[in-house]
């Protein structure tokens, strides 16, 4: 299995623009989680999914921020509008369970100008 | 609400060292304890998880301790090497209303000089 894929990589835009975020599960998980990395606050879990579903949003900064999981095999993480304090690296993790080891993407850096 | 800390902050020892990295957690009721490598510029790597009814985890050169009911965990590298050289970060499956969450600590960074 290849892993958790994420696109794009590495992602600049201007402030107001809206951004997309994307992640592959591995095939058979059935849990996905978005996460965001800063220095300041260090890893933050956003939202996870089961079995596609939204299950705890909680953790999703403000309204700016959406994320779907249209099948089990794809999910995005939307910014719009965006603003310079988004610029952070968001990991996409998934797991055979919620509770269950879970596997990271490489991550996306962000970068709000 | 779930915290978890990691000391120190950063460390730096000579090849073939063994050492000891240190999490705690402020609420025992966890499902389990995940420990995880993260490289400059890179995502995170599973290196062992824990679950809640397990005192102990090996993998190679790493073990990893839980002691729940004090709230803490330890990572322990023998015989380090420049390779071993990465943030290593502690989370714990942390249940709050139903829901399962991973809370991370904020790493100890380590440096393995050759």
């Known amino acids: 299995d290849a892993g958790v894929i994420q696109s794009p990589r590495h992602e600049v835009t201007e402030m107001g623009q809206e951004v997309t975020l994307r992640c592959k599960p591995i095939?058979?998980?059935?849990?996905l989680f978005w996460y965001r990395q800063t220095m300041m606050r260090g890893l933050e879990l956003l939202i996870y999914?089961?079995?596609?579903?939204?299950?705890?949003d909680s953790g999703m900064p403000e309204d700016r921020f959406s994320a779907k999981m249209p099948n089990a095999s794809f999910s995005t993480l939307k910014i719009q509008p965006s603003e310079p304090r988004d610029s952070a690296v968001y990991f996409c993790?998934?797991?055979?369970?919620?509770?269950?080891?879970?596997?990271f993407g490489p991550g996306t850096r962000l970068t709000v100008l | 609400k779930q915290e978890v800390t990691q000391i120190p902050a950063a460390l730096s020892v000579p090849e073939g060292e063994n050492l000891v990295l240190n999490c705690s957690f402020t609420?025992?009721?966890?499902?389990?304890l995940q420990w995880f490598r993260q490289d400059p510029g890179k995502g995170l790597t599973s290196l062992l998880l824990?679950?809640?009814?397990?005192r102990e985890q090996t993998s190679g050169r790493l073990n990893a301790s839980l002691d729940k009911s004090s709230g803490r965990s330890t990572l322990y590298i023998a015989a380090s090497q420049p390779g071993d050289s990465a943030t290593y970060l502690c989370a714990v499956s942390d249940v709050q209303g139903g829901s399962e969450k991973l809370v991370f600590g904020k790493g100890t960074k380590l440096t393995v000089n050759p």
């Open positions: 993790a998934s797991s055979f369970d919620s509770y269950n080891e879970q596997f």
């Open positions: 824990i679950q809640s009814s397990q």
């Open positions: 999914f089961n079995n596609n579903v939204p299950i705890d």
């Open positions: 609420d025992s009721a966890i499902y389990n």
């Open positions: 095939s058979g998980h059935n849990s």
